[in-house]
């Protein structure tokens, strides 16, 4: 079936640098497309989303990146701290934007 | 007030028990939503509701019970649980079609 995924389950970067983390999906009637943060313990936290009639948003320190052509959406890091460890998942609306898949997420690690 | 909250925080019970998982908020979303989440895993959708009437069933097992009493409340009702139904349950809430909110979850272990 149709499935959201992601290239590298795990990102170690030094704090500081700016990370990168990438999502691949293939449902191309996908519309809405949303970046999540999970901390350990804790429920997903929005971070960033972008619809489909756009190809970048930029937000405080994080960017996304949305390349239609090749189904391809990552999520830019500016800068990156010891509280952006953490995982992250990048989601897709599927069916409405009501129903949301996630993908199987990218679990960034921010040496100090 | 951007805040979804979930009661209990975590819960223990057996195979035989009746217990219910709460979720709150304030934000005048009218959509609400339950997910599973196993370790290392992403969230998967179980239910939505939308204006207080279930609109989404992901063909989740009878023995999970959602109830929606009102906006601002959604309730998921559990009985007879397998040890496999142990998960992270997170509840979220939206405006319409926008953004989901998610709650911190509730730990749940089945014995």
């Known amino acids: 079936g149709e499935s959201v995924g992601l290239h590298l389950p795990t990102l170690s970067v030094q704090e500081g640098d700016n990370s990168i983390i990438n999502c691949a999906y293939s449902?191309?009637?996908?519309?809405?497309f949303i970046w999540y943060k999970q901390e350990s313990g804790k429920g997903p936290q929005f971070i960033i989303d972008?619809?489909?009639?756009?190809d970048k948003r930029q937000g405080q320190r994080v960017t996304v990146l949305l390349n239609k052509t090749v189904k391809h959406l990552s999520l830019q890091i500016a800068a990156t701290q010891p509280g952006d460890s953490a995982v992250y998942f990048c989601?897709?609306?599927?069916?409405?934007?009501?129903?949301?898949?996630f993908g199987i997420g990218t679990k960034l690690q921010v040496i100090p | 007030d951007t805040e979804v909250t979930q009661t209990p925080k975590h819960l223990v019970m057996g195979m035989t028990n009746k217990k219910s998982l709460k979720c709150e908020q304030h934000?005048?979303?009218?959509?609400m939503y339950w997910y599973k989440q196993k370790a290392k895993k992403p969230p998967e959708l179980m239910f939505v509701?939308?204006?207080?009437?279930?609109?989404i069933n992901e063909s989740v097992p009878s023995r999970f019970s959602p109830e929606c009493p009102n906006s601002s409340l959604l309730n998921l009702h559990l009985h007879a649980l397998q040890p496999e139904d142990s998960a992270l349950y997170l509840c979220?809430?939206?405006?319409?079609?926008?953004?989901?909110?998610f709650g911190p979850g509730t730990r749940l272990t089945v014995l």
């Open positions: 979220a809430s939206s405006q319409a079609e926008d953004t989901q909110y």
């Open positions: 509701y939308s204006y207080e009437k279930l609109s």
């Open positions: 972008i619809r489909s009639n756009m």
């Open positions: 934000m005048g979303h009218r959509a």
């Open positions: 989601a897709e609306n599927s069916g409405g934007y009501q129903k949301v898949t």
């Open positions: 449902n191309s009637a996908s519309d809405y």
